[in-house]
């Protein structure tokens, strides 16, 4: 899977990705293809927002080490500006990126692209394309449920101006201990956002990550 950094129409869509990151996009890639990270530890950093968000010790770590090799690459990077950064998905979605990349999925893959038809557009998290195809994808990193409604609600309303999306649920360790594992499926009824929309879910527990949705959602544009 390739990464996308410039805009492409397809399938009905103009996809546009921000620029605003890239330099760092490219930095963290290298870094992650050169093996000096792994892709385990940069999920464990991006899926929460370390600026606002409490989080294990451990993961604070990783942040730290990560903001170490990106200072080697010349980016004035500290471990603060690598916790505010994560306060946005790009981090996250870079990570999903490089799952798929590992699996070797064909296609392109955008980190925060706009995406429009016609004069409007729309920020997403993260999109997929194939051939003609294109999927924009939403992404929620939870904490807890207090918020689930209110995001379902915000997501129903873009992805019903693009026509077609996809929301990514994504639980931390401490919520999905809280919810065992199988009984996330059954959740998935709560996200109900009708015909044109899917739902993704994805979760940290532990050792142990789980990224099947999301190899699935790739694997069958």
Known sequence: MELLLRGLNVGGFALRPTYKNEDRIRAVVAILERGEFRLEDLLAVAQYDLA????????????????????????????KTVFRWTSSSWLFSLAIYRHLTERGLPGYFAVEPYVGLSEAVYPFDYALVKEDRAVPVEVKRLASWANLEQYIGDFREKAQRITTAVLHLHLTEELCHLTPPEGLRALLALANTGPETRV?????????????????????L
Do not use: F, N, Q
Request: proline share 2%; hydrophobic share 35%.
């Open 52 to 79: 606002s968000m409490r989080a294990p010790g451990w993961i604070k770590e990783k942040a730290e080490r990560l903001a170490r090799l990106l200072r080697r690459r010349g980016l004035k990077t500290s471990a």
């Open 200 to 220: 993704i879910l994805t979760y940290h527990c532990g050792d142990t990550w789980s990224l099947e949705d999301v190899s699935r959602l790739a694997e069958g």
